[in-house]
């Protein structure tokens, strides 16, 4: 659906994105993550033909977004940062406009709303103006312009900033649902908003790709280290000793230790071998005995912090 081959946009000395290629396939849900500054919007702004890259290529459906870009903008909806609305027009009135400038016919313009109002849940305050309604409704709104052409592919730009607890909820239930039938990317700075809901993320970092995967593939990515947590039964000082005279482990640390229950212990070790059989032996061997052996996941804020504070620290 989307291809970006070697994207560079320079603003004068500023890189804000730097040799960036990747693909959308069609019907997937993928998360734009970066921090601050990363380039997301750039990116966005590049895909939706609102400014040129400095250099490298980007299709959408099979049209490139400088020569066809009337075409590109046909496939797309875009909800960007800051929603473009007219706060002086009822919600009917804004959409019939944003209607007519996408080339709907007239005769089609009445159910395209409609449908669209139902989408988004705001059958029951189209005729309010949109200066009057709340930040969460006028995001709704935004996604309503967006999506009133029905186009395949959906690009959100932050759409839950600013909205409380519950608006937010509801807003990423409303674009899961959305998601199940057209090709969405997702901008975001924060975590959870993209591992709750979509398939695929992509992060970037000083407008470089740092890592893709899905979120599980992200949150076994370990930084060549594996971890394991293992509850042992045996006196604290000796397991650890044994555990620490291990031939991968690196680390190993106590966190739970309740009289006459066993030892929990977390272990990180180098990706040779395998960690479980060995800590089993290890167990056997000693004359302990086990109660419990899992592989620790480590979240996805903390791929997403070292990612990110690698690349800078490197600088
Ligand atoms: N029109 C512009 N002129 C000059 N610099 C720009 C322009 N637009 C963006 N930048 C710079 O490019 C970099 C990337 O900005 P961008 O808005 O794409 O980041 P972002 O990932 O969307 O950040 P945020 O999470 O804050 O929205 C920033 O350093 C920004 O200052
Ligand atoms: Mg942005």
Redesign the pocket.
Known sequence: MIEVKGVTKR??P?V??DNLSFEVKNGEVLGFL??????????M?IITCYMPATEGSVTVAGHDTLTESFEVRRHIGYLP?SAPLYLDMDITDYLSFVAQVRGIAPSERHEKIRRIAEICGLQNVMGQDIGTLSKGFKQRVGLAQALIHDPDLLIL??PTTGLDPAQIIEMRELIKRIGREKTVIL?S?ILPEVSATCDRILI?NE?KKVASGTPDELATATEGSVTIQAKIYGPEAQVREKIEGMEHVIGCRVVESPPGGPVTFVLKAKPNGDLGREVFKMVVENGFSLSELKAERISLEDVFLQLTTKERSAE
């Open positions: 603003f004068g500023k804000a994105v970066g921090p601050n500054g990363a380039g997301k919007t750039t990116m702004r940062e730009d932050e901008c700075h970037i407008g």
